[in-house]
């Protein structure tokens, strides 16, 4: 199903869209048969979406046009419904039209002077044809991949031959499979070769996967067990372009991308932030490309769910919305990314927790940063907060079993909730550990230094008070503390 949106954050951020690598004059005629007195879409592949562009009325023999002086080149779709839809593409052909019918536009589409679509239309129905045939071939030799538990050879003989045949089949079937693809590979080859400026050509040279060689061998007779990882990692952008803006409206380019940020690269914040600035500045002869790799990065890792990654987006934010570099958004937003980064900022992992000093149920003031233990747990909750209900017995009977093991103490805020309610729910959970009461507080607004949106939260500090791990859940507590104490122990 064809999605389309349009969304306040990619509005405000990327509002850039619409004006980049326009041309001129762009004439596209449709005819729909069997589609009268009604209206379409024409919407635009960009990033991981799609958005509407324009709403096109038909007349009553199917008929529309679509105008424009500047359009940005890309894939497009005409959208008749939200499951029936073709793709047509803009570049280098500026009038032309496309015939096709309701009931199957992709099957039955015929482009009429553009060459650009001809090849991209022919592109896709060889793949299609491709996968196809790979796929029933996958299919034949799904019997020959499983185990028959339930056939028992009594004849030694027989057994070697079943087992032989089978071996034959497979070897049969995978060949096929193989030269199948290979006849993909050759002619996705040559469309790059013999049209080498075309949409297509770019859309398949942002696809490519890196093709590994042999792995060599060590002087010590052992293959190099790291050389296929780091062979891909250094070939994964060859074919691909920074300085084309055409593949941002494509399905492809972000998907790589991002694969490159969540799967090849190393999951370690400095590492990541080192190839997120070298594939930026790789960018920056492009403007547009510029302008969405700042965007990625900067959303990526601003709604990233792996813990310190926030530390990513701070470390964007400080290189090019803070030097003035982000001129395409307004100063409004600008400023409220900057606020945002600030915010976080003295909560990173590694930086020393903010200093919160509270009354505790005897009205006795208690400082956060006095509390000596060799692991303090922060915990912000609420008596009527549904998920602490669940969470605080778990840390509870963690806390019970586990207080000596780890020198771990807790220091538990709650956040909004009358005396009343709050010595209630102590007793409830019989919370036997540090509780002081959030609103009463000498240190200002906890929930702005601590980024409290909704409760639980939990921050766990060593003994100098940094921040070691924050937004953890219950049941991980111990599994982070074991590993943590381990990584320790290897650093010495």
């Not at 482009?111 to 129905?125: D, H, I, W």
């Not at 032989?164 to 790059?192: C, G, M, P, Q, W």
């Not at 005897?362 to 060799?374: E, P, W």
Request: proline fraction near 3%.
């Amino acid at each position: 199903m064809l999605k389309y949106k349009i969304t306040l954050l990619l509005f405000c951020w990327m509002s850039f869209i619409a004006a980049s690598n326009g041309q001129l004059n762009y004439n596209i005629k449709f005819k729909i048969s069997g589609l009268k007195d009604t209206t379409c879409l024409i919407a635009y592949y960009y990033s991981n979406g799609t958005y509407i562009k324009d709403t096109l009325k038909i007349d009553h023999f199917g008929r529309c046009s679509y105008k424009s002086d500047s359009l940005p080149q890309g894939l497009y779709a005409l959208v008749i419904t939200d499951k029936n839809y073709f793709d047509f593409v803009v570049n280098n052909d500026h009038k032309f039209s496309i015939e096709t019918t309701v009931k199957s536009p992709s099957s039955h589409i015929i482009f009429k002077n553009s060459p650009e679509n001809e090849l991209f239309q022919n592109y896709l129905l060889q793949t299609r044809d491709k996968f196809d045939k790979m796929r029933d071939l996958e299919t034949l030799m799904k019997p020959f991949t499983k185990k028959d538990s339930a056939v028992i050879h009594t004849d030694r003989h027989d057994s070697i031959a079943s087992a032989k045949r089978k071996h034959d089949t497979l070897a049969y079937f995978s060949k096929k499979v193989d030269s199948i693809n290979k006849e993909l590979i050759s002619y996705r080859l040559a469309i790059v070769k013999e049209h080498p400026d075309s949409f297509t050509a770019l859309m398949i040279n942002t696809m490519k996967e890196p093709d590994i060689p042999e792995i060599p061998i060590l002087a010590n007779g052992r293959k190099d067990s790291t050389f296929a990882y780091r062979y891909y990692k250094s070939h994964y952008w060859d074919d691909c372009t920074f300085t084309d803006d055409r593949v941002l409206r494509t399905p492809v380019f972000h998907n790589k991308l991002k694969k490159y940020f969540d799967e090849v690269v190393i999951q370690d914040t400095d590492t990541i932030m080192r190839e997120a600035d070298f594939l930026i500045e790789k960018a920056r002869p492009n403007r547009e490309m510029f302008k969405y790799l700042v965007w990625f990065t900067t959303y990526h890792y601003e709604n990233s769910e792996i813990m310190g990654f926030d530390k990513i987006f701070v470390h964007v934010v400080d290189k090019y919305y803070v030097t003035g570099q982000t001129t395409w958004i307004t100063r409004d937003i600008n400023d409220k990314v900057i606020k945002k980064a600030n915010k976080l900022r003295p909560i990173l992992i590694g930086e020393k927790a903010p200093n919160m000093i509270m009354q505790d149920t005897t009205l006795q003031l208690v400082s956060l940063h006095n509390t000596q233990a060799k692991f303090l747990m922060i915990l912000f909750w609420d008596p009527d907060c549904g998920h602490c209900q669940k969470e605080i017995p778990v840390i509870k009977d963690f806390y019970d079993l586990n207080k000596s093991k780890y020198g771990l103490e807790i220091f538990a805020v709650c956040t909004d909730s009358t005396v009343v309610k709050w010595k209630k729910g102590i007793k409830k959970f019989k919370m036997n550990w540090i509780n002081v009461d959030g609103p009463r507080t000498l240190t200002g607004d906890f929930h702005g230094s601590y980024d409290i949106i909704s409760t639980p939260v939990i921050y766990l500090l060593d003994e100098n008070k940094k921040i070691i791990a924050k937004h953890l859940s219950a049941e991980k507590i111990g599994f982070f503390l074991d590993n943590y104490i381990r990584s320790l122990k290897r650093n010495k």
